[in-house]
């Protein structure tokens, strides 16, 4: 009977542990997707402020436009794989947050600061800016690589999707609400002043972070043996590589982002230039169309449970292509469909965003449940490289077509890749039953 009672009483005191461990790790997620949301404030108005301070402060052309705006995806592209690997040996995916967040917070004090001194003007005002996008986008590669470490770690494996899906409709949600609040400001102060803004925002962000830790003390798994990081890289790729269901979804998600790149260089010229749409009309489709995959990144992940992952990427794929043929047959080639080609824009921007949502949650779960222990930043990191790197080479591409060849073949070549980026999920099984 003792013994009885005492297996009882310790059954009891196990499951409340469980328990407690359950809720802290739900509210860390709550304050995870707070500071994703404030995270995507910040980002979208400090790379907004960069541009805007570039042409209207130092009047730049499209040529310092360009290199800033491509500084982000380039350090994905080069420092992705070397970052990863740095946070599987450093194992606190939370101080590298951290640490990140602050020195975008710096980024933007310091770019006040020279605005206040009198030096954003002439080569020092472009050194200031150029470097300031620098640090950003190295400083997001940490973060981001950080978050996905951390997400794993917050959640059971078969929660991992959901809770991805939450984070992004978060950084979605701050990214809708950063442009209109930087229109806001920017009615009532100078450009360079608006930097205020993203420094608030990381900051608060910062403060945030601190509460994930303080609900959820996070376990940090067994030490494994240090090697060079040339070969913990090289493990890294190899394993991506030689996984079948990890190298089918990294080869749709490339195709994938591609498109969606060649969507962001066609879609401004097509509206503003063939279509002759306003800038503002232009803007408000564009945020209907963010709003659309804010919504649809709340479900993605209960839609991919429900109907697997294969059929949800083709669904995903096609439902972006038939926007892209409505647009191209309501005005931007050929114009044959009834109503006006703002309409058709606009279901154009609502389908792309709500397929890019559900293309970025399903599947999401595949790496933190298929890498090695140990590895999983390295994994994430080489996956990263090869879907983020892909992008500014999309652009470009897309870019030469179209001043080449016209803006038929640009769309085509937009519609193709977008298409292209459901043949690797046919056979991709799903992990967990419905």
Known sequence: MPDKVSGMALRDVEGRRLRSERFASAVSLRWLVVTSTLEGLADSTARTLLSIIAVMTLGAGTGLVGVINALGLTAFLLLGLPIGIIADRIDAPGRIMTRSTLARAGVAVGVLACWGGGWLHGATGITTLVSAALIIGIADVFYTTGQSLLVPKLTAPDHIREAFGRVHAGTQAGAVVGP???????LIAAAPTAWIAPAAAYLLSSLTQRQI??????????????????VQGRAGISHLMAHPILRRMTAANMLNNAGVMAANTVVPVVALRHLDVSPPTFTALAAAGAVAGVLVATVAS???????????????AVAASLGILGLALGGAILDVLPGSAEVWLGVQFVLAGASAAVANV????????LAPPGKLGSVIAAQRTIT???MPLSALLTGL??????????????????????????????????
């Open 213 to 230: 830790h303080r609900a959820f003390d996070v376990p940090a798994p067994s030490t494994t043996e240090r090697i060079s990081l040339w």
């Open 388 to 390: 983020l790197g892909i």
């Open 401 to 434: 077509i179209g001043t080449s060849m016209g803006i038929t073949p640009a769309i085509a070549l937009w519609a193709t890749l977008i298409l292209a980026s459901a043949v690797p999920c046919f056979r991709i099984p799903d992990l967990d039953p419905r």
């Open 362 to 369: 399903a599947g999401s779960d595949l790496v933190p449940r």
């Open 180 to 186: 209109p609040l930087l229109s806001g400001l920017l």
């Open 302 to 316: 209960r839609i991919t449970a429900a109907l697997g992952l294969a059929t949800v990427r083709v669904l995903a």
